[in-house]
């Protein structure tokens, strides 16, 4: 079945740098790419999707990008502000399995 | 909140004791999930429905049961047999279009069990 391994585990940026956090997956088959943002004590919400036949997509300070032959797919967030501070969560699926989620990504961005 | 709700936020249980955690949507979504959630762990799938009366394991659903009577209501009994219950339990939701579509996640239910 699908695997998804995503890195850093944790990640600490300063106030208006960018963070980039990426992930692999190990079927070829898999062709929706989801990130999930969690904030402390908060249910898991969607921020951005991608779906395998776009390369990247775009939303204000967010970004993902989807490299199929290396199977692997990133998360890009620009000018980082504090309320950008949570978990994120890649996750990947075929279309004919449930989503299957990276362990995530504890990001701080230091003020 | 957002459509799905799980109740209750926290429950507390003794060793040995099943309990039952809610999810109720109403989303209009076929399809329904629970998923556990430990620290560094990531989220991981316990049960997960696509349509009423029929359910499917997930990757940890040893311990756990679940139904599917009505399509806004799925809810998790974790048992006795669940080795280590204590954990953020996540109900989710989709619409019926295969697995490639946006979850809708609960707000969750913390489970202590001592």
Redesign the interface.
Known sequence: GENVE?HP?TLSVQEGDSAVIKCTYSDSAS??F?W?KQELG?????II?I?SNVGEKKDQRIAVTLNKTAKHFSLHITETQPEDSAVY?CAA????????????TRLSVIA | ??GITQSPKYLFRKEGQNVTLSCEQNLNHDAM?W?RQDP??????IY?SQIVNDFQK?DIAEGYSVSREKKESFPLTVTSAQKNPTAFY?CASSPRT???S??H????TRLTVT
């Not at chain 1, 699926?93 to 995530?104: A, E, I, Q, R």
């Not at chain 2, 560094?40 to 799938?45: T, V």
């Open positions: 995503q585990s062709n929706y989801p999930y908060k249910r898991p919400q969607l999707d779906r969560f699926s075929t279309g004919n399995t449930p989503l299957v989620f990276g362990k995530g | 909140d957002g999930y998923y560094g762990q990531g989220l991981r799938l997960y997930g996540l295969g697995y490639n946006p979850l996640f609960g707000n969750g």
